[in-house]
């Protein structure tokens, strides 16, 4: 059986460049030798002249664990809709403490402004979107932009400042966190934690986070915040026992009262990185935000 069919070409060809190294990074035990830090692209075909916006993913995985390939499949939509997506790889609390991770997300936004020609993005038109300790990330980069505390390494002459962030699930105040999981626990009668092992903010910040105030302070994207943040989508699930709503709500009355654009979505039953954030609804609410501010 021979059939003929005609074909509207409504997608562009998506290419994936794996792994490129945007920066070396000292970590733990590696002494002199530094590791490579690595972004994955979802880009557009070269040699067109076009400029596309661009975004900047950041996972989650408690500082602790995180594969930057691991949410390729869902960012796809994102690329085909126009915009170059990179997933940036940043070294992890049992590498590197606080600021190291952010370090690395900032020195990967400035790799990218610096190769922008070649990977057909619109410099002026970033946004940053990260979920869990990605979106406290997320946080950071955009209160702080082009607030140089933590801008190191390569690119130095490139801004790492966002045009546009999204932050799932963030954590904001490690320190008010920790009373409000600490409260949780205590109402639903959960015994103490008696093993003595430190857990991820800990050891992220090489101190407890009820005890160093100046850590605490030092890691909370507020401290940084001006009225020159940009934008900011926040969601957050009613249902989340890892990092408590009212981080994101926190995040929120700060970015409003600063007179920062700010929407916050409240998923009703979700917990913490659940599948009701990797649905249409919720991707279409990203990617209209992300289309009002970059596609402008």
């Given at each position: 059986?021979?059939?003929?069919?005609?074909?509207?070409?409504?997608?562009?060809r998506?290419?994936?460049?794996?792994?490129?190294t945007?920066t070396?990074?000292?970590t733990?035990?590696?002494?002199?030798?530094?590791?490579?830090?690595?972004?994955?692209?979802?880009?557009?075909r070269?040699?067109?002249?076009?400029?596309f916006?661009?975004?900047?993913?950041?996972?989650?995985?408690?500082?602790?664990?995180?594969?930057?390939?691991?949410?390729?499949?869902?960012?796809?939509?994102?690329?085909?809709a126009?915009?170059?997506?990179?997933?940036?790889?940043?070294?992890?609390?049992?590498?590197?403490?606080?600021?190291?991770?952010?370090?690395?997300?900032?020195?990967?936004?400035?790799?990218?402004?610096?190769?922008?020609e070649?990977?057909?993005?619109d410099?002026?038109?970033?946004?940053?979107?990260?979920?869990?300790?990605?979106?406290?990330?997320?946080a950071?980069?955009?209160?702080?932009?082009?607030?140089?505390?933590f801008?190191?390494?390569?690119?130095?002459?490139?801004?790492?400042?966002?045009?546009?962030?999204?932050?799932?699930?963030?954590p904001?105040?490690?320190?008010?966190?920790?009373?409000?999981?600490?409260?949780?626990?205590e109402?639903k009668?959960?015994?103490?934690?008696?093993?003595?092992k430190?857990?991820?903010?800990?050891?992220?910040?090489?101190?407890?986070?009820?005890?160093?105030?100046?850590?605490?302070?030092?890691a909370?994207?507020?401290?940084y915040?001006?009225?020159?943040?940009?934008?900011?989508?926040i969601m957050?699930g009613?249902?989340d026992?890892?990092?408590?709503?009212?981080?994101?709500?926190?995040?929120?009355?700060?970015?409003?009262?600063?007179?920062?654009?700010?929407?916050?979505?409240?998923?009703e039953?979700?917990?913490?990185?659940s599948?009701?954030?990797?649905?249409?609804e919720t991707?279409k609410?990203?990617?209209?935000?992300?289309?009002?501010i970059?596609?402008?």
């Amino acid at each position: 059986m021979i059939k003929t069919i005609q074909v509207e070409v409504r997608n562009p060809r998506i290419y994936l460049d794996e792994n490129l190294t945007y920066t070396r990074a000292t970590t733990y035990g590696s002494g002199s030798t530094q590791s490579e830090m690595h972004v994955t692209l979802l880009r557009h075909r070269t040699g067109t002249g076009l400029r596309f916006p661009c975004i900047v993913w950041i996972g989650g995985g408690g500082w602790a664990t995180a594969d930057h390939n691991n949410h390729i499949p869902e960012l796809v939509g994102f690329a085909e809709a126009g915009y170059v997506v990179a997933s940036v790889q940043y070294r992890l609390a049992g590498e590197a403490r606080f600021p190291a991770g952010l370090e690395d997300v900032k020195a990967c936004i400035r790799f990218l402004r610096a190769n922008a020609e070649e990977f057909c993005i619109d410099p002026e038109r970033i946004g940053v979107w990260g979920e869990s300790a990605g979106g406290h990330y997320a946080a950071l980069v955009a209160t702080t932009g082009d607030n140089k505390v933590f801008d190191k390494g390569v690119f130095l002459d490139q801004s790492s400042a966002v045009q546009a962030a999204v932050c799932w699930y963030p954590p904001v105040n490690f320190k008010s966190m920790a009373e409000q999981l600490a409260a949780r626990a205590e109402a639903k009668g959960q015994p103490k934690d008696t093993t003595g092992k430190p857990d991820m903010v800990t050891l992220l910040l090489n101190g407890n986070p009820l005890l160093c105030e100046d850590k605490v302070a030092f890691a909370n994207p507020l401290t940084y915040l001006t009225k020159n943040a940009p934008p900011t989508l926040i969601m957050h699930g009613t249902a989340d026992n890892t990092v408590p709503i009212e981080q994101g709500e926190l995040l929120h009355d700060a970015l409003e009262a600063a007179g920062i654009p700010v929407t916050m979505y409240k998923i009703e039953g979700a917990p913490h990185a659940s599948l009701e954030f990797y649905q249409p609804e919720t991707k279409k609410i990203v990617l209209e935000f992300f289309d009002s501010i970059l596609k402008k």
